[in-house]
């Protein structure tokens, strides 16, 4: 086994173990170095596993923190308001007469002034 990999064995087991257990900073980041130069050089994330000694895939999520996040960055939103399509009316009278197009204000003008 690689020295390294020894000694970061021995000092990951020395950190008591359980749900939400907090891993010192630098020994995470030295794991998170040692696992990635063993990725580089075709090691799977089992094999790495098992030479750290863990039984869970703490390691590959501590390495897969450190890229950077594809999509999750917040994008820049600009609201506008919906224009709603401009609608004409045609208004007929009884005995024929017929104004049009009109937009539904002139429209309600038209028919106040009308009485």
């Known amino acids: 086994m690689d020295p390294e990999a020894a000694g970061l064995r021995r000092e990951l087991a020395r950190v008591a173990r359980g749900r939400g257990t907090r891993y010192p900073a ?3 980041e030295r794991v998170v170095a040692w696992a990635l130069s063993r990725r580089r050089a075709g090691a799977s994330w089992r094999s790495i596993k098992a030479e750290l000694g863990q039984k869970f895939d703490t390691v590959r999520q501590w390495c897969a923190g450190t890229a950077p996040k594809k ?4 994008a820049l939103v600009r609201v506008v308001p919906e ?3 401009e609608r004409h009316v045609s208004v007929v009278s009884p005995s024929g007469f017929r104004v049009e197009p009109l937009s539904l204000t002139e429209a309600a003008a038209l028919l ?3 009485g």
């Open 112 to 114: 106040r002034e009308l």
């Open 26 to 28: 630098e020994l995470r």
């Open 83 to 85: 224009h709603a399509p």
């Open 71 to 74: 999509g999750r960055a917040l």
